[in-house]
């Protein structure tokens, strides 16, 4: 099994791009959060997944469960919390990239505390975004991933940068660092590298996604592989990253790579399929509004 841990939210999309002038368009909620779009794809793709976070008691909180439970996803380590749900209010460009403004203070989310032992069956355990961010639940989920990661299991990170929700850069940067030891498989944006001063060496391996240039790979070995973007016409971006996170652990998964021998043995071809599984699945996404990620049999 897969767990991902970090938060659910809810995102507020516009129906229509915004026109000088005119009333603001409406905006229509969608679940989402960078992990909690992470387990759905699994889910979605038919990796035996598990959501490990705290979620709201309210109606909108009930919905991000039952979008767990329809994508398949274990909820076995959610615990709900009286507090609000997190909210995110998008702006998409004109490229369909995405912006956000969040409302999180005093959410059910950032209370999250670390959870019983997961179990046995748990190969990798992903991580990233506003959960790593927002405490007193960073720390929480910090505790979580080097326990994970001191147990052996296969620690994804991707860290989904949100500079508005970081108070101190300088510091963030250094706990990042910190994390490195402790993760098998990096994966960054282009401006997530950019913000966080360059592609960071220490992990097995290293996933850069380049938007339209596609993606590349490079391992602690030397292996180093990169594959083209699908053309796709964008509704937006929302979630692209995120399905990419659950394309490589599922695709990892079906090669039995989810360890530190696994990533090193891979070898190119064998990244060259799973990242070309990721820019598939990345390129679904981007095709329909929202974090939609695709099911296992749009793929085939």
Request: charged fraction near 20%; charge should be negative.
């Amino acid at each position: 099994m897969i767990v991902v841990a970090g938060e659910a939210l809810i995102d507020l999309v516009p129906v229509a791009p915004p026109e000088p002038g005119a009333p603001l368009p409406p905006l229509a909620p969608r679940p989402g959060g960078g992990p909690y779009n992470t387990a759905i794809a699994l889910g979605r793709l038919g990796a035996p997944a598990a959501f490990c976070s705290r979620i709201s008691a309210d109606g909108f909180g009930d919905a991000l469960l039952g979008g767990l439970a329809a994508a398949g996803v274990d909820t076995s380590y959610v615990v709900r919390g009286p507090e609000p749900t997190t909210l995110a209010v998008a702006a998409v460009g004109p490229d369909g990239s995405a912006g956000y403004t969040f409302y999180a203070l005093g959410t059910a989310d950032r209370l999250f505390e670390l959870p019983p032992p997961l179990p046995e069956r748990t190969r990798a355990v992903a991580f990233g975004t506003c959960s790593l961010v927002l405490e007193p639940g960073a720390s929480a989920y910090e505790a979580l991933l080097l326990r994970e990661a001191r147990l052996g299991r296969c620690v994804l990170l991707d860290p989904n940068v949100r500079p508005a929700l970081i108070p101190d850069a300088d510091a963030y940067r250094k706990r990042f660092r910190s994390w490195l030891p402790y993760v098998s498989l990096l994966k960054l944006s282009e401006e997530d590298a950019r913000w966080l001063g360059g592609v960071p060496e220490g992990p097995g391996a290293v996933v850069l996604t380049r938007g339209a240039g596609g993606l590349t790979v490079r391992t602690r070995g030397g292996t180093r592989v990169s594959v083209p973007a699908v053309p796709v016409e964008v509704a937006d971006t929302i979630g692209a990253g995120d399905t990419v996170n659950a394309a490589l652990l599922h695709g990892l998964a079906a090669r039995d790579a989810l360890s530190a021998a696994g990533l090193e043995a891979l070898g190119a071809d064998g990244w060259r399929e799973v990242l070309a599984l990721a820019a598939r699945a990345a390129a679904v996404t981007c095709s329909r509004p929202g974090a939609e990620p695709p099911y296992a049999a749009e793929l085939s």
